[in-house]
């Protein structure tokens, strides 16, 4: 298999290309940046997502894309930063949709987020939930939306990821320094639900999507056990051997984060179902088991290759 991947210089991107090349497929990575790849085995192309070009004739070229590209959502919204957050998902999302309608991949798997949902308090949300309110429901809205012209001769997938838990960044590394320097607890009162997956499952998920044809539409990429904010500071706590106690009020964070600490305080309870009713085998369902593997064990994420298929 022959897959392009746009944003395949970030951490999800480049998981999935290691991945991809490990199985013995092809992994194309788009780059605004004419550079040689990060990763060996990877061919890089040149080109803006946002604007259509050349690449897309390498993607025409293609088996699968799976569509990753976007602005960076961890950082404070000015009117500027939310329209540049909006435009990256949806006109990206636009261009590969326009040429998956007419020729080139028969598999689309478009990135999205848990953040369609919105504040939903304890309601258990799947792939059959609609959309909240807030400024990261709509523009998931309209990212899911620009990949709809694709279905006319394309399965597409649409996913919704929550938080990914990496050594190599992302979440993870800012949640966990404030323990290492014994400052670390929950958020307010730590009641509202966190939906977290191991980066390891969230390329198996992207595998899955990309070779299992029975999958179409919403898919959340979250492991099976959410867990309160709370719960989430106490297992940091324990696996790091620090105290987890010390509480970060609510509104010093939304002073220091504007609207952008909506991403942090939302309530988003999210279960995979659609994942695990195609068999899918979680390599870490649970979250302690998961922070162990990559907070106390040497790296091992540069040779490891989740692979879709269930009990893998």
């Known amino acids: ?6 944003g395949g210089s970030g951490l999800i991107g480049r998981a999935l290309a290691r991945s991809l090349i490990a199985s013995g497929h092809e992994a194309l990575s788009l780059s605004r940046r004419a550079a040689p790849a990060e990763l060996p085995g990877v061919r890089a192309v040149a080109g803006d997502p946002t604007v259509p070009g050349p690449w897309l004739e390498a993607l025409a070229g293609c088996d699968a894309c799976v569509n990753l590209a976007g602005e960076p959502v961890a950082k404070r919204w000015t009117p500027e930063r939310k329209r540049a957050i909006r435009h990256s998902r949806v006109e990206s999302t ?9 020729r080139g991949p028969s598999v689309l ?3 999205g987020a848990i953040g369609i949902y919105g504040e939903r308090g304890d309601e258990e949300l799947d792939e059959s939930s609609p959309p909240g309110e807030g400024f990261l429901a709509e523009v998931a809205s309209a990212w899911e939306e620009a990949a709809a012209p694709a279905r006319r001769r394309a399965r597409v997938v649409l996913l919704r990821t929550g938080i990914v838990l990496s050594r190599e960044g992302g979440a993870l590394p800012r949640l966990a320094q404030p323990f290492r320097f014994l400052a670390g607890g929950p958020v307010g009162g730590g009641a509202f639900w966190q939906s977290w997956i191991h980066l390891d499952d969230e390329v198996g998920l992207i595998r899955l999507a990309l070779e299992d044809d029975r999958l179409s539409g919403p898919l959340v990429a979250t ?3 959410p867990v309160r904010n709370r719960d989430l500071a106490r297992a940091l706590g324990r696996v790091l051997g620090r105290p987890s106690f010390l509480p970060t009020p609510a509104f010093a ?4 984060l504007g609207e952008m600490s909506e991403v942090v305080l939302a309530s988003e309870r999210a279960l995979p179902r659609a994942a695990l009713a195609c068999g899918y ?7 302690e088991p998961a922070l162990e ?4 064990r ?3 994420s540069a040779t490891r290759s989740p692979s879709a298929h269930p009990g893998a």
């Open 293 to 296: 593997d990559l907070l106390r």
């Open 1 to 6: 298999m022959k897959v392009f991947i746009t």
């Open 253 to 256: 964070l939304r002073a220091a």
């Open 109 to 111: 798997v478009s990135g």
């Open 94 to 102: 636009r261009n590969v949709a326009a040429l998956l309608a007419e």
């Open 281 to 287: 085998s979680f390599r870490f369902p649970q979250l």
């Open 298 to 300: 040497a790296p091992e």
């Open 223 to 225: 492991a099976p056990q």
